[in-house]
């Protein structure tokens, strides 16, 4: 079995050594080069690719008909497409002698499209999974060939979630292998009625509005949570991150004030968010913008933010 793969970040990684670890030629690693603007907390597919000697192509926008040209003539049986982030064109899925198959990160057919993980957590999801499917032009629509379900406890955050699914998306790949390396492609339907579409998520849309439900305030906060952007908000005209968070305990909320606005407020060292159905949100770690993993203590946010105790 031969494959050309195209993979990024852990997801990429875990399930390029799946593949090595069942004995699968890959004659070309595809992946992205480093961006100066994103903090890297994930691993690096060159990194494995490099250590065992494979080849490496790297693409930062759209494929090009170079390398199209390279693939074809590889004449792979299968093209990987391990959160590879750019959408592979039908000149190029077509190299594949038997299947070109990508994973990701959600269980079709719901949350197709951008940045699933995120958009799970934020819509309170209890779970989601990892989804190997043929490739099509469409994106996430061609059969399921193999899937693997993770859950969203309710205190997960994207990033607790996202590290669940690099596990699922290894486990989903390996147990499909054996049928792979004999040419045997499973494939069920991908129903798309039955299923979502999401798009990317700017840090914009981060925003807290504190006049949400608290459940919906928090599942924000877990959906984007560092190393995500972070949700947040803005008071005296400075901006303050939310890295860390609970829903509060009832004898926490209790000591707000019934009339106290929506919005934080400092209980002594602790700070506490009403929202507007009268929840309440425990605001465990605060960064004021610009400042990255420098947490404000109650006193220096009040400071900051014109709030009393």
Known sequence: MRAVVFAYHNVGVRCLKTLLAHGVQVDLVVTHP???TETLWFDRVADVASEVGLPVAYVDDAVDDALIDRVAALAPDYLFSFYFRRMLPPPLLAAAR???LNMHGSLLPKYRGRVPVNWAVLHGETETGATLHVMQA??????IVAQQAVPILPDDTAKDVFDKLTVAAEIALWNVLPQLQRGEVPRRTNDLATGSYFGGRKPEDGRIDWTQPAQAVYNLIRAVAPPYPGAFFELQ???FIVARARLARPELAGHLAASAPVGPHRLGDQIVARTADGGAIHLLEL????RPDHPLSAQQFSNLAGLQS
């Open 138 to 143: 469409k994106p996430d629509a061609g059969d």
């Open 34 to 36: 480093d961006s100066p």
């Open 287 to 290: 960064w004021a913008a610009g």
């Open 98 to 100: 038997i299947a070109a």
């Open 237 to 239: 005209g400075e901006r």
